[in-house]
């Protein structure tokens, strides 16, 4: 579904991603480990074309996506979560869904009921505005908004990061139910057991390179790979 060969994404003169090159193939969930700085988040902003890459080549569902403009992409079936989650803190949680779908023109199973059905408490503050969100629902919100451009593959940048266990069991239980409605994700996360539980293969970055590739469970069982590229 999605192939990225060889790309080189820079930041200015600042070399970032080497070559990097992965896939991830239709229904499958797939993580990139690393630690901090690894170029976790920069390979997700190439695929989605926010930080283009100068050479390389991204297909996605057998057409070149390098060079799109982001909202190209976007209406070409991948959203983004991003870190830093970007949910308009001026809108109601109603607006944020809302704006989401109809800047893609996306139709599909995800509506705005659906979505609310998925997270119960989006749909108890939907008239509220995001600003007064705790940290887990603005991450809910900024999911729902992803689910709303109705993507075939969802990129999730940090999904994990800051939740509360119980709160990151939630979400493991939340990501089984929308992989049963048959979308492939791409997930940048540290939290290794956490990838472990919703992800079957990963691709781990160091320094802007892919050092190793495996199933999760084969990952999560090698004490060196752990040790040398994910312990901090
Ligand atoms: N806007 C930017 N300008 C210049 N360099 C950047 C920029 N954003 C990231 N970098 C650098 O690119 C490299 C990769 O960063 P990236 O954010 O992709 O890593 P990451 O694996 O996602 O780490 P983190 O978990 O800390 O976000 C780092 O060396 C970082 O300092």
New binding site residues.
């Given amino acids: 579904m999605l192939e990225v060969e060889k790309i080189n994404t820079y930041?200015?003169s600042?070399h970032?991603l080497q070559s990097v090159s992965l896939s991830v193939q239709s229904g499958q969930s797939v993580a990139l480990l690393?630690?901090?700085?690894?170029?976790?988040?920069?390979?997700l902003?190439s695929i989605m074309g926010l930080t283009p890459p100068r050479t390389g080549s991204i297909t996605f569902e057998g057409k070149q996506i390098r060079g799109l403009a982001p909202y190209d992409i976007a209406r070409s079936g991948i959203s983004y979560m991003p870190?830093d989650l970007r949910i308009f803190v001026d809108l109601t949680c109603e607006e944020n869904l809302e704006l989401a779908h109809r800047v893609c023109k996306r139709s599909g199973y995800w509506t705005r009921q659906k979505v609310e059905e998925l997270f119960p408490v989006l749909a108890d503050r939907r008239n509220q505005k995001g600003l007064s969100f705790s940290g887990g629902e603005k991450k809910m919100l900024s999911l729902g908004r992803a689910l709303m451009m109705n993507p075939s593959l969802v990129l999730l940048?940090?999904p994990s990061e800051g939740l509360a266990p119980l709160v990151i069991r939630k979400l493991i239980e939340t990501i089984g139910e929308i992989r049963k409605r048959g979308l492939t994700l791409l997930l940048?996360d540290?939290n290794l057991k956490f990838c472990r539980q919703v992800c079957e293969y990963g691709y781990i970055?160091e320094k802007?390179t892919v050092v190793h590739e495996g199933t999760m469970e084969a990952i999560w069982s090698d004490e060196d790979v752990v040790k040398r590229y994910l312990a901090v």
């Fill in positions: 930041y200015d600042s970032v690393g630690r901090n700085g690894a170029g976790k988040t920069t390979t902003r870190d940048d940090e940048a540290q970055l802007g």
